[in-house]
């Protein structure tokens, strides 16, 4: 049979062995939050520079309908702002010209290549468009799940 001090001593290393074990996983988390909080500061500043060098040449008329007038970077995503020169917010019904955009925006965000950095890195890609005058039609957002589920 184990003695009184035995026994305390196993209890006492027991106890010792658990507090140092949530000291470990509370160091592991703080270093692996750190290291998630870098990787995020790095991404928003890759964002910022990307959008940065994307807009030295906005804006820049696409075709006769279509004019690419800046991006965005906004929480961890990129908005990519564009007018459609010939349309009238109070002419045309937005929900008809937003239903014959998304499927073709669609098939771009998966497909594009020059999209791919955003579809791995960002966390979502939103598409907005505007009138002649820039007032909001329509925004499309998606986010790198749409590409996998499709």
């Known amino acids: ?39 995020r500061n790095q991404l928003y500043q890759n964002l910022v520079e990307r959008s940065g060098q994307l807009n030295r040449g906005l804006p820049k008329l696409l075709d006769r309908q279509t004019r690419f007038e800046r991006t965005e970077v906004d929480n961890y995503g990129m908005r990519f702002i564009y007018s459609l020169i010939n349309v009238d917010k109070f002419q045309y019904d937005e929900s008809i010209l ?36 820039e007032r909001h039609l329509f925004t499309l957002r998606y986010e790198p799940s749409v590409c996998t589920s499709a």
């Open 1 to 39: 049979m184990l003695s009184r001090t035995v026994v305390q001593k196993i209890v006492f290393s027991i106890i010792l062995l658990i507090a140092c074990s949530f000291i470990l996983i509370a160091v592991v988390t703080q270093v692996t939050n750190q290291k998630s909080s870098l990787n």
């Open 98 to 133: 937003k239903d014959q955009v998304e499927p073709q925006l669609a098939q771009l965000y998966c497909t594009d290549a020059g999209l791919d950095y955003f579809r791995t890195h960002a966390d979502f890609v939103e598409f907005r468009y505007q009138d002649r005058k």
